[in-house]
């Protein structure tokens, strides 16, 4: 694969979307040492050629880590993973750990809540080690807006992945350079440049026929074909909530009583 790409075939799409949030945001700082946590699927693959390719100009003074956490993926899973890594000449440290067997053992039916809990804090402890200040993960447009979505309908919350926030430890900031990036032109971009991605690994995602992510995003699909700009204006609300018309709310984050 060719990393010039980026920048010609992929200017508009991708590469300027990139560079747009790391200003918008200030993502990276000079002095940065930036972990890029690397689950193998092809939003972070991607965000590792987009870093690489920004280290390149040399207008920030930024190191780059990438680190991968293997939490019990298959062997077969794992050796394509390493052939990505080697093709695309991503240096990429692979670790292993028990979270799975972790998850699994304490509650076998449903796991997944504490397999996310233990491979943040996994994750994020190994990040400090290497001295990193910041992780950088690889959620996209499209998980901005379907995690608002999730949130509202399921959780009864406003909340969203925003592109900076601190780690609970509060020693890292966690970035999300990809949050003006779309889905549709990753997989353009994995598929024309011949990438087989990861998916999670995970026993039991992979059992799921439905999910309530998988929802969502044919609830979009099928709001799109009369607004096709119903994603543009969900994440643009993110951006614009009016705490005038917010129930229970008064201006001096008091709640009327």
């Given at each position: 694969?060719a990393a010039?790409?980026?920048?010609?075939?992929?200017?508009?799409q991708?590469?300027?979307?990139?560079?747009?949030a790391i200003k918008?945001?200030?993502l990276?700082?000079?002095?940065?040492k930036?972990?890029?946590?690397v689950?193998g699927?092809k939003?972070?693959?991607?965000?590792c050629?987009?870093?690489?390719?920004?280290?390149?100009?040399?207008?920030?003074?930024?190191?780059l880590?990438?680190?991968?956490m293997n939490?019990?993926?298959?062997?077969?899973?794992v050796?394509q993973?390493?052939?990505?890594?080697e093709?695309?000449?991503?240096?990429?440290?692979i670790?292993?750990?028990?979270v799975?067997e972790?998850?699994?053992?304490?509650?076998?039916?449903?796991?997944?809540?504490l397999?996310a809990?233990?491979?943040?804090?996994?994750?994020?402890?190994k990040v400090e080690?290497?001295?990193?200040?910041?992780?950088?993960?690889?959620?996209?447009?499209?998980d901005v807006?379907?995690?608002?979505?999730?949130?509202m309908?399921?959780?009864?919350t406003?909340?969203?992945?925003?592109?900076?926030?601190s780690?609970?430890?509060?020693?890292?900031?966690?970035?999300?350079?990809?949050?003006?990036?779309?889905e549709?032109?990753?997989?353009?971009?994995t598929?024309?440049?011949?990438i087989k991605?990861m998916s999670?690994?995970?026993?039991?995602?992979?059992?799921?026929?439905?999910?309530?992510?998988?929802?969502?995003?044919?609830?979009?699909?099928?709001?799109?074909?009369?607004n096709?700009?119903?994603?543009?204006?969900?994440?643009?609300?993110?951006?614009n909530?009016?705490?005038d018309?917010?129930?229970?709310?008064t201006?001096?984050?008091k709640?009327d009583?």
């Amino acid at each position: 694969m060719a990393a010039d790409s980026l920048r010609k075939t992929y200017r508009k799409q991708i590469w300027r979307k990139f560079v747009k949030a790391i200003k918008d945001f200030n993502l990276i700082e000079d002095g940065d040492k930036i972990a890029v946590g690397v689950s193998g699927g092809k939003d972070s693959l991607l965000l590792c050629k987009l870093f690489q390719e920004l280290a390149k100009d040399k207008t920030k003074n930024f190191e780059l880590k990438f680190i991968s956490m293997n939490p019990g993926f298959d062997a077969v899973d794992v050796d394509q993973f390493e052939k990505n890594l080697e093709e695309l000449e991503i240096p990429c440290e692979i670790f292993d750990a028990n979270v799975w067997e972790v998850a699994f053992k304490a509650n076998p039916e449903s796991p997944c809540f504490l397999c996310a809990k233990l491979r943040r804090g996994v994750l994020y402890e190994k990040v400090e080690k290497l001295g990193c200040n910041k992780l950088a993960l690889g959620h996209h447009f499209d998980d901005v807006i379907e995690t608002s979505l999730m949130n509202m309908f399921y959780a009864g919350t406003i909340k969203t992945m925003i592109p900076k926030v601190s780690s609970s430890s509060g020693k890292l900031s966690l970035i999300r350079p990809l949050v003006y990036v779309k889905e549709s032109e990753i997989i353009n971009y994995t598929k024309r440049n011949g990438i087989k991605p990861m998916s999670c690994g995970c026993p039991v995602e992979g059992k799921k026929t439905v999910s309530k992510r998988a929802e969502l995003k044919k609830l979009l699909e099928t709001l799109e074909t009369t607004n096709p700009n119903i994603k543009q204006n969900i994440f643009n609300s993110m951006r614009n909530i009016n705490l005038d018309y917010v129930m229970g709310y008064t201006r001096g984050n008091k709640k009327d009583k």
